[in-house]
């Protein structure tokens, strides 16, 4: 049975930081390309950021570029999305997920899914 657990999520205010944390089980979590995907209320789920396999290739999307970071340890089978200077259009829910061995950017490629953990930024 493989289970995504997302964590970190909360009510900050516009310019803080939070680390949000996906804990993968049931799943050997170094074949699993990892992503942060989104959903603001109204609106489509959209990609976030994504990770490879070891962890040396990493995909941003614009509106988050430089502002966040995607990292991984396989060994604790974790990936996290460190998010700097919010804003209050990251107010989302934020989803990671897993594919096994490829490494796209893509969400339909995207075979499992978190349950997602709630960001809202205050202005």
């Known amino acids: 049975q493989v289970q995504l657990v997302e964590s970190g999520g909360g009510l900050v205010q516009a310019g803080a930081s939070l680390r949000l944390s996906c804990a993968g089980s049931?799943?050997?979590?170094?074949?699993?390309?990892m992503g942060w995907f989104r959903q603001a209320p109204g609106k489509d789920r959209e990609l976030v950021a994504v990770i490879n396999r070891p962890g040396g290739a990493k995909y941003y999307a614009d509106p988050v570029k430089g502002r966040f970071t995607i990292s991984r340890d396989n060994a604790k089978n974790t990936v996290w999305l460190q998010m700097n200077s919010l804003k209050p259009e990251d107010t989302a829910i934020y989803y990671c997920?897993?594919?096994?061995?490829?490494?796209?950017?893509?969400?339909?490629?995207?075979?499992?899914w978190g349950q997602g953990t709630q960001v809202t930024v205050s202005s």
């Open positions: 049931g799943l050997t979590f170094s074949t699993f390309t």
């Open positions: 997920a897993a594919v096994q061995y490829v490494y796209t950017t893509k969400q339909d490629d995207y075979h499992y």
